[in-house]
């Protein structure tokens, strides 16, 4: 059984940024990445990354601001967030599945973190 662990999460003001971590219990040979959750709204997609760190992919709302990478022992994964909006205010959701990165946006991921807070103000 993976078990995944966010840090990182916190208040910031616009336009800063926050760097999220996940820690897998072991190595697994998955792709990982974050979804998201704002108040009053479905979880969305973030960004995520192959398990060889060849390949990522992210959301509209991110491209050009959140990096997403991997560690070389591959049991970490971190998101860098930068010029942060007040959108970007959610629960951040850390996820490792086996799928193709052209899939993750459909959710339904094996594993999940219990999230980390993550609150921009204006």
């Known amino acids: 059984q993976v078990q995944l662990v966010e840090s990182g999460g916190g208040l910031v003001q616009a336009e800063g940024s926050l760097r999220l971590s996940c820690v897998a219990s072991g190595r697994i040979f998955y792709g990982m990445g974050w979804f998201r959750q704002a108040p009053g709204k479905e979880r969305e997609f973030v960004a995520a990354?192959?398990?060889?760190?060849?390949?990522?992919r992210y959301a509209d709302s991110v491209k050009g601001r959140f990096t997403i990478s991997r560690d070389h022992a591959k049991t970490t994964v971190d998101l860098q967030m930068n010029n942060l909006k007040p959108e970007d205010t959610a629960v951040y959701y850390c996820?490792?599945?086996?799928?193709?990165?052209?899939?993750?946006?459909?959710?339904?991921?094996?594993?999940w973190g219990k999230g980390t807070l993550v609150t921009v103000s204006s």
């Open positions: 996820a490792a599945d086996p799928s193709p990165l052209s899939s993750w946006t459909l959710g339904g991921m094996d594993y």
């Open positions: 990354i192959t398990w060889s760190g060849s390949s990522t």
